[in-house]
DNA sequence: ATTCAACCTGGAGTGCGCTCCAGGTCAACC
DNA sequence: GGTTGACCTGGAGCGCACTCCAGGTTGAAT
């Protein structure tokens, strides 16, 4: 159960300092525990919650959808919600793929269409 | 060998009037004819031009290099440089594909883990 | 006791990719 | 010839997600 100064919880979750005090001040983040000279303390849990953010950030949701999650967080009796929020999300990201495998298709043609080409120079 | 009225070619390209004057002050279209009052006139080819760049920008590729990418079209001996920077993007979409898959995996793993508590609630 | 890096706050600034606006022009139609 | 709606330009504004800054505080090490 050690914590964590913000330069390691930064490190650790890939967020910079300042995105951390954002995120905190967004409502993202549930307060974070402070020294007695108001410094913050990260927890194990801060820090796993933030890898998971880190992961939702990545995977393109918006703040405000990722605020939502974190607010249903702090409340146990939300699961059904932040359920619903992630399969929507997986849903965005589906389509995504899709997209992009759609992209890899057309570009493959377009460099295969270049390559022929330049083959004949 | 029809033309197109800025509105059409919007509306075809999907993107909005502001945005190809956009792409055409930013150099990323080359100027567009004009009747002699001065209005766009575009072209099948344009169209054409238009309908890849909206390709390009969809698989996420930045304006600067959709810039590059434009550029590159209006020298015929540039095939070399245009399937580079194809591949180039290609290596990061494969990226992106990637990293979303192992968010599905992730948040799949989350949700069904999700799943079996609210059952037993 | 002093130093000094790391931290604090509120608020301003940044980069990207558009998007909107004011004030004017053009051209098809009645 | 007048109306009307689509179009023109240069430049300002916007939304997102941070990122940076000034000016001040804290606390571990010397």
Same mark, same amino acid.
């Given at each position: 159960?050690? /914590?964590?100064?913000?330069?390691?919880?930064?490190?650790?979750? %890939?967020?910079? @300092?300042?995105? +951390? =005090?954002? &995120?905190?001040?967004?409502?993202?983040?549930?307060?974070?525990?402070?020294?007695?000279?108001?410094?913050?303390?990260?927890?194990?849990?801060?820090?796993? /919650?933030?890898?998971?953010?880190?992961?939702?950030?990545?995977? %393109?949701?918006? @703040?405000?959808? +990722? =605020?939502? &999650?974190?607010?249903l967080?702090?409340?146990?009796?939300t699961?059904?919600?932040?359920?619903?929020?992630?399969?929507?999300?997986?849903?965005?990201?589906?389509?995504?793929?899709?997209?992009?495998?759609?992209?890899?298709?057309?570009?493959?043609?377009?460099?295969?269409?270049?390559?022929?080409?330049?083959?004949?120079?």
């Open positions: 159960m050690r /914590t964590y100064t913000p330069a390691e919880a930064a490190q650790r979750s %890939g967020f910079s @300092i300042d995105t +951390l =005090r954002y &995120y905190e001040r967004e409502g993202i983040l549930a307060p974070v525990a402070r020294t007695s000279g108001g410094r913050r303390v990260y927890s194990d849990s801060d820090l796993c /919650t933030l890898d998971f953010l880190r992961c939702l950030r990545d995977a %393109g949701m918006p @703040i405000e959808r +990722l =605020r939502r &999650y974190g607010e967080c702090r409340d146990p009796d699961i059904a919600e932040r359920v619903e929020l992630l399969r929507e999300h997986a849903v965005a990201v589906q389509e995504q793929i899709d997209q992009l495998r759609r992209w890899q298709a057309r570009v493959g043609e377009k460099l295969s269409w270049y390559e022929r080409h330049l083959d004949q120079t």
